[in-house]
């Protein structure tokens, strides 16, 4: 089997390298942004037919949830147009695809977790370009799995346990939103999901949701960064109104499970336990 990972130098990348570097009998050639630029229709298409691959992992997206509001049409040529170049190439070299979507493509107004087949509504320019992606996949690659996934971080890369310690460590006093409910995701236990579905003996494509177990607020997920490092720091919480950003987030976007868990027996552990493993990976680095 030949996989092809995109974006691979991003928080999820690296840690789908960690997994299948565990496995040296699977053959998985790792693209970043400047050896493969997923914009250029020309590099995809040299790149898929060049070299037969069985499985391409997209990574590569637009992440800069609030600088999408004013970048518009980038975040749509990544998130959206290149996704098409991927999957009209994919097509023609019978190469199946996994694609990585988010909860931002839901409108944050249920009581009880997002079900694959849930309307989504995008409220933000990120959002709206994901949705875009998954559909431009699904008409090129109606096989292709895609995965919706939540509040991602891990030891790599820009994100909020990695905000969270370095603003901690340096003693500032915190405002965090309490009203925005969804489950932080540690990226290697996406990854882990990834290597499952990848050498699971049947492909089953579809929309599936992938987060840890558990819900939190982004409050509840600051005091549980400071608790397991044990850095004293005052959090207080504030309402969405109070803090106010660019893009509008969903107040809720738990993602419910069941689908991806049944297909793949997985076994997800709980969001706190994972984060108290990627922090002590974080602390044994330094
Ligand atoms: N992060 C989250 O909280 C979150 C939440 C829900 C869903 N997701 C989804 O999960 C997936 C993985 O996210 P992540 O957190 O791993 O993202 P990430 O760390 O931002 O990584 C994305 C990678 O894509 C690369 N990239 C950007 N433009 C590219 C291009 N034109 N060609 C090739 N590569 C390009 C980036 O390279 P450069 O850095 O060099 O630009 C970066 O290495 C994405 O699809 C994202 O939408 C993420």
Same mark, same amino acid.
């Given at each position: =089997?030949?996989? /092809?990972?995109?974006?691979? !130098? ?38 898929? *037919? ?5 499985? /391409? ?5 637009? $992440? ?17 147009? +290149?996704?098409?170049? @991927? +999957? ?12 990585? #979507? ?36 699904? #008409? ?11 509040? @991602? ?10 905000? =969270? ?8 006093? @915190? !405002? ?8 932080? $995701? ?6 882990? &999901? ?16 992938? $987060? ?9 997920? &600051? ?15 504030? +309402? #969405? ?5 660019? &893009? *509008? ?5 738990? @993602?419910? !499970?069941? *689908?991806? *868990? ?12 994972? /984060? ?11």
């Amino acid at each position: =089997m030949k996989i /092809l990972v995109t974006g691979a !130098k991003g928080q999820l990348g690296l840690n789908i390298k960690r997994i299948f570097d565990l496995h040296p009998d699977i053959d998985v050639t790792y693209t970043d942004a400047d050896s493969l630029d997923i914009t250029s229709p020309d590099a995809v298409r040299k790149y898929l *037919k060049d070299t037969h691959f069985d499985i /391409l992992i997209n990574c590569a997206a637009y $992440t800069a949830v609030d600088k999408a509001e004013s970048e518009a049409l980038l975040a749509s040529k990544i998130n959206t147009e +290149a996704v098409g170049y @991927l +999957a009209s190439t994919a097509r023609e070299t019978g190469t199946r695809i996994i694609h990585i #979507s988010t909860d931002y493509v839901f409108p944050g107004d249920h009581c009880r977790p997002y079900n694959e087949h849930d309307e989504p509504n995008p409220h933000s320019i990120y959002g709206r370009t994901k949705l875009e992606g998954e559909a431009v996949l699904k #008409s090129f690659c109606p096989d292709a799995i895609i995965i919706r996934t939540a509040w @991602l971080y891990s030891e790599d890369g820009s994100n909020f346990v990695r905000t =969270m310690l370095d603003k901690g460590s340096q003693g500032i006093d @915190l !405002k965090v939103v309490c009203d925005q409910i969804g489950t932080p $995701t540690y990226a290697r236990d996406l990854a882990k &999901a990834i290597f499952e579905i990848t050498t699971a003996d049947e492909w089953r494509g579809g929309i599936y949701h992938f $987060t840890n177990e558990g819900v939190a607020s982004w409050y509840d997920f &600051a005091k549980a960064i400071f608790r397991i490092a044990r850095l004293k720091v005052n959090v207080t919480p504030c +309402a #969405s109104t109070e803090y106010k950003t660019p &893009a *509008k987030r969903p107040l809720f976007s738990v @993602l419910n !499970k069941t *689908k991806i *868990k049944k297909a793949y027996r997985l076994q997800i552990p709980y969001w706190e336990e994972s /984060l108290r493993e990627c922090i002590s990976n974080i602390s044994n680095r330094i």
